[in-house]
Structure formats: structure tokens, C-alpha cells
């Protein structure tokens, strides 16, 4: 089966998407029933945001009934977390601070059902979700299911190319903030942005796709025009917070 983001790799589209944090449904399709078509993709964050493996279900259903794909951002890279994620039916997983090689080949052994990985067989939900599931899924979830690691320490940009080359890994995705933090240098700054671009080149040298998380459209234009395949534009708590403090401003003629 083709997932939405995977038909927006095969356009060559660039895969737009936006950072889920509030556990509604609601939230969900409010943002895709207007937008159809345009985000290919939502990042169902349980790692920082308020989501938690009893929402993935709803949530997944609500993406995918709006014709995008649910990546479910796990609080961390381990075997028991990555199967909900995956039996929920996700379309793909993220997993935070891949820092090298060995930590790419885990998420992949995770990530896969036998003979590629251990994955354990349960996938009762995931059968379930529209579009793309049905009685295909078995046959079809190792190949079409999105394996993504985060790029986001200097340990993780150091052997990124190594990262890049692992069987299995289906993009890189660069978490900007943590990598700042991570790296102890400024966000935007030109190590930071060097880093970022090396990763960018690291995953197309591969012939892997390369994803960012930005805070706002410029940011995500910007970005675009670099050549990433996959973009978060902004989260759910941003817009709402960014759009309240603008209409709040206007009311007061500011
Ligand atoms: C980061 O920027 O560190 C991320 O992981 C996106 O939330």
C-alpha cells in the first residue's frame, strides 16, 4: 500500500506536515478537513507532548480518515513503545536522539516484523485503519511503513553518514531545537546550520529523505527551498497561541 507521505517522496513533493500535541481528534480534522490533499503527513507527538499510547488509536484514525498519514514520535527508541505505535497502525514511527550507527540498526530491528526484525505479531488496531490497511498490511507493513530516526546531537551528526546508509532507515529527521541544545552551541548559529546541512547531504547521498521541524511557514519555506523532503510547519499549541496573541493585538487596535 501507498501512504499519503510515501506518495508525496514519489511526486517529489515536498511532504508538509504539523507537529500534533493536544490528544484530540478534533484538533486533528479541524486543521486537515480544510486543507485536504496539502499535508501529507501529522506527527503524533508522545515523546513532549501531551499524547500518550491510550490516545494513539483515535488519533491515528482521525489522521488517516482525513486522507494523511499518522507518524506517531515515541517518548524513546524501545522495542515495546515502537510496537504500539506500529499496532496502532501508524504509518510510520520517529524515535528521538539516534546517535549512531547500532542505534539506527535497533530501530530498524524494532521496526520490522521477521526475518528483517523482531517485531512481534499484533497488529489488531492497525488492520482497521482507513485507506491503506485491510488484509494487506502483513504483507505490506515492512516495506511500507516509515522507519525515521531524529538527527539531533553532535554525536548523532558526527556518524551521520553511517546513520544514513543503515538498511531500513527510511529518513532522517533533524530536531533543531534539542540539536542546539545538545550541541551547546546557538540555534542558527553557524555550526548549527552546518550540522543541519550535513545531515540534509548525508541523507540524499543515501538516497534517503531528509526531515526538519520548523516553527512557522517562512521558516518552513526556507527550508523547502534547501531541498527537504518532509516539513513540519508548526504545532498545534503554536498556531493556537500565535493566533490568539495576533486577534488579541487586533482587538485592541494594536
Ligand atoms: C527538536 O527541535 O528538538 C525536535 O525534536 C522537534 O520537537
Not at 4 to 11: C, D, E, G, I, L
Not at 125 to 133: K, R
Request: negative net charge; aromatic residues 8%; hydrophobic residues 40%.
Amino acid at each position: 500500500f501507498n501512504t499519503p507521505v510515501r506518495a508525496a517522496f514519489q511526486k517529489q513533493d515536498p511532504a508538509y506536515g504539523f507537529w500534533l500535541t493536544i490528544p484530540s481528534a478534533g484538533v486533528a480534522k479541524t486543521v486537515l478537513r480544510p486543507s485536504r490533499g496539502q499535508f501529507s503527513w501529522v506527527l503524533i507527538d508522545a515523546e513532549h507532548g501531551l499524547i500518550n499510547d491510550t490516545h494513539y488509536y483515535e488519533l491515528v484514525n482521525a489522521v488517516a480518515s482525513e486522507g494523511a498519514s499518522p507518524i506517531i514520535r515515541v517518548p524513546w527508541g524501545e522495542e515495546w513503545m515502537l510496537k504500539r505505535a506500529l499496532d496502532a497502525g501508524a504509518h510510520g514511527i520517529v524515535t528521538p536522539m539516534c546517535h549512531s550507527e547500532e542505534d539506527a540498526k535497533k530501530i530498524v530491528k524494532y521496526s520490522k516484523y521477521p526475518p528483517i526484525g523482531t517485531r512481534g505479531y499484533g497488529p489488531m488496531f492497525a488492520h482497521s485503519v482507513p485507506g491503506v490497511f485491510g488484509a494487506e498490511y502483513d504483507d505490506n507493513a515492512n516495506d511500507s511503513l516509515l522507519v525515521i530516526v531524529q538527527i539531533e546531537s553532535r554525536q548523532g551528526v558526527e556518524c551521520v553518514e553511517k546513520i544514513a546508509a543503515v538498511d531500513g532507515i527510511d529518513v532522517l529527521f533533524i530536531g533543531p531545537f534539542d540539536l542546539a541544545k545538545q550541541m551547546d552551541v546557538q540555534r542558527g548559529g553557524e555550526e548549527h546550520e552546518a550540522a543541519i546541512q550535513r545531515t540534509l547531504k548525508a541523507a540524499h547521498a543515501s538516497g534517503k529523505k531528509a526531515a526538519i521541524f520548523c516553527t512557522n511557514g517562512e521558516d518552513a519555506n526556507s527550508r523547502r527551498a534547501q531541498g527537504f523532503d518532509m516539513i513540519s510547519i508548526i504545532t498545534d499549541v503554536g498556531v493556537l497561541a500565535e493566533g490568539m496573541l495576533r486577534e488579541l493585538g487586533a482587538a485592541k487596535g494594536q
